[in-house]
């Protein structure tokens, strides 16, 4: 079974654009979380998504957003993007539930604000 | 204020010596928690997963305790080989399904 994939692996922004980050989990995982991970402020959880619905968010402000398709890939997008955005973005799925399932991460989308 | 901690940044141990890596946690009350291994470049690994209501969780060389009345989980890898070198992530599942990781321990097994 082929892993979680995210695409792109790097991407290099400024200040003020926005960035939209992919993400294709393993075949019949319905549950796609997504994690900002920085040196400072560790391994933070973003928002789930189950069956198309936002299931699950943290407490990141409204810039962050996401969506899933009917076929349970996912897409993550920042909008007016600061330097602190600067992170590496990972992506995890899970056949149902994140809690009792085991997460699978993909390898990360690494973002750069200058 | 609710906090959560791994014992240290950096753990050095010697090669087949068992290895225990602490979780702390301070104002939360966590359903289950996990515990993860990151390699550097890599997305984390889920290893193991404990309940509030279990004390103890084995899976090979590793083993899990979680005292929720100490508010503290162990993990410990027994006969520790260098390819164990990893950062290990505690993470707290928390009831209304958020996680909470914590900072992290980066274990070096030295041949």
């Known amino acids: 079974k082929a892993g979680v994939t995210q695409t792109p692996r790097y991407l290099i922004k400024t200040r003020g654009q926005q960035v939209t980050l992919s993400c294709s989990p393993i075949s019949g995982h319905r549950s796609v979380s997504w994690y900002q991970q920085t040196p400072g402020q560790g391994l933070q959880f973003l928002f789930e998504y189950f069956s198309e619905t936002q299931r699950n968010k943290g407490n990141f402000p409204g810039r962050f957003s996401g969506r899933q398709f009917s076929n349970s890939r996912s897409e993550m997008n920042v909008s007016t993007l600061e330097l602190g955005d600067s992170a590496l973005y990972l992506c995890a799925s899970s056949p149902i539930s994140r809690e009792l399932d085991e997460q699978f991460f993909g390898p990360g989308t690494r973002l750069t604000v200058l | 204020s609710q906090k959560i901690e791994q014992n240290s940044e950096a753990l050095n141990i010697q090669e087949g010596k068992t290895a225990t890596l602490t979780c702390n946690y301070t104002?939360?009350?966590?359903?289950?928690l996990q515990w993860y291994r990151q390699d550097p470049g890599r997305g984390p690994v889920f290893l193991l997963l404990?309940?509030?209501?279990?004390k103890e969780k084995r899976k090979e060389r590793l083993k899990v305790t979680f005292d929720t009345t100490l508010k503290q989980s162990l993990f410990h890898i027994t006969a520790s080989q260098p390819a164990d070198s990893a950062t290990y992530l505690c993470a707290l599942v928390l009831y209304g399904q958020n996680f909470v990781f914590g900072p992290g321990t980066r274990l070096s097994v030295l041949p």
């Open positions: 404990i309940r509030e209501n279990e």
């Open positions: 104002n939360y009350s966590p359903a289950y």
